[in-house]
């Protein structure tokens, strides 16, 4: 059973940069798995941010990008604001209808 | 506005059944698939199940298969998952989710919960 790694938890600095990671347990992640990217505060429901590895979602700021950053998927944010404090998703197509989520990653933004 | 409103969530037994519903607004709904996708408590997302506009394809995860059924009504614009031969561990918060591109999920309803206990 493939599973799919997230940082458990981060931390960045008000202004800061912070890159999260999304893995495979086995393997490389490519633009072949769709990943794409969620934002959950606690008690709300995901905001979608990034899909198809790079695109933004409508009305989702610039400082948040998506890339493959060597074997894996990966979510930058610039200049981190105290409201970028929240869960992080990936989720990856793995084919034949069978989607798979990382296990999320808790950003701290202090 | 896209909007997604689930219903039907509840405490229920194990072994028990439950269905959920999702009312869809804002968009044509029978032109795109939808998704159920659950959170346990402080746990992570996991996804449930797929179906597509017309019902021709649905997908299921491996822990939900052959317990679950996704289907859904266009005329009345909406999403249910029957839930049958429940377990504590389907204890969750269920979202429905439209299909975007990229196969992503691009709206997500508020989530109804469901609590699996005797």
């Known amino acids: 059973q493939t599973v799919v790694t997230q940082e458990p938890s981060f931390s960045v600095s008000p202004g800061g940069t912070v890159t999260l990671t999304c893995g495979l347990s086995?393997?490389?992640?490519?633009?072949?798995?769709?990943p794409s990217w969620y934002q959950q505060t606690p008690g709300q429901a995901p905001r979608t941010l990034i899909y198809?590895?790079?695109t933004r979602s409508s009305g989702v700021p610039d400082r948040f990008s998506g890339s493959i950053l060597g074997n894996k998927a990966a979510l930058t944010i610039t200049g981190a604001q105290a409201d970028d404090e929240s869960d992080y998703y990936c989720?990856?197509?793995?084919?034949?209808?069978?989607?798979?989520f990382g296990g999320g990653t808790k950003l701290t933004v202090l | 506005e896209v909007q997604l409103v689930e219903s039907g969530g509840g405490l229920v037994q194990p072994g028990g059944s439950l269905r959920l519903s999702c009312a869809a607004s804002?968009?044509?709904?029978?032109?795109?698939?939808m998704n159920w996708v659950r959170q346990a408590p402080g746990k992570g997302l996991e996804w449930v199940s797929f179906?597509?506009?017309?019902?021709?394809?649905?997908y299921y995860a491996d822990s939900v298969k052959g317990r679950f059924t996704i289907s859904r009504d266009n005329a009345k614009s909406s999403l249910y998952l029957q839930m049958n031969s429940l377990r504590a561990e389907d204890t969750a918060v269920y979202y429905c989710?439209?299909?975007?591109?990229?196969?992503?999920?691009?709206?997500w309803g508020q989530g109804t919960l469901v609590t699996v206990s005797s």
């Open positions: 989710a439209k299909y975007g591109s990229g196969k992503s999920f691009d709206y």
């Open positions: 804002g968009i044509t709904f029978s032109t795109y698939s």
């Open positions: 179906i597509s506009g017309s019902s021709t394809t649905t």
């Open positions: 086995s393997g490389s992640v490519s633009t072949s798995y769709y």
């Open positions: 198809n590895t790079n």
């Open positions: 989720v990856l197509y793995m084919g034949s209808g069978l989607w798979v």
